[in-house]
């Protein structure tokens, strides 16, 4: 059973940045593959970022690229999600998730077998 544990939110101004982490507690590999998910209050949770843990290949929801990035340290077995530019619309508790059979992008939670705990961030104007 793989455990995911998430740190790094909080409360940030409009314009300023936060960085996410989230850690797993086996070493991935193979097809293993992180993504990271928000859920709005009230609304369902919806895709944000996927990465291939063996390739690095990212992929994004279109109204974060360009100013999330998501990536990963292989020592330490932790994917991160860089927010930049954070607006108050991002406000939402996010999510990492994993899988250790992608092939290739999910964009849904279905997709995924593990979860973190979830970390609120709060962006104020």
């Known amino acids: 059973q793989v455990q995911l544990v998430e740190s790094g939110g909080g409360l940030v101004q409009a314009g300023g940045s936060l960085r996410l982490s989230c850690t797993t507690s086996e070493r991935p590999s193979g097809t293993f593959a992180m993504a990271w998910f928000r859920q709005f209050s009230g609304k369902e949770r919806q895709f944000v970022a996927h990465?291939?843990?063996?390739?690095?290949?990212?992929a994004y929801t279109g109204p974060v690229r360009g100013r999330f990035s998501i990536s990963r340290d292989v020592l330490k077995n932790t994917a991160y999600l860089q927010m930049n530019n954070l607006q108050p619309a991002a406000s939402a508790v996010y999510y990492c998730?994993?899988?250790?059979?992608?092939?290739?992008?999910?964009?849904?939670?279905?997709?995924?077998?593990?979860w973190g705990q979830g970390t609120q961030v709060t962006v104020s104007s």
């Open positions: 990465i291939m843990w063996n390739t690095g290949a990212a």
């Open positions: 998730a994993a899988s250790p059979r992608a092939q290739s992008v999910q964009f849904l939670p279905r997709a995924y077998e593990y």
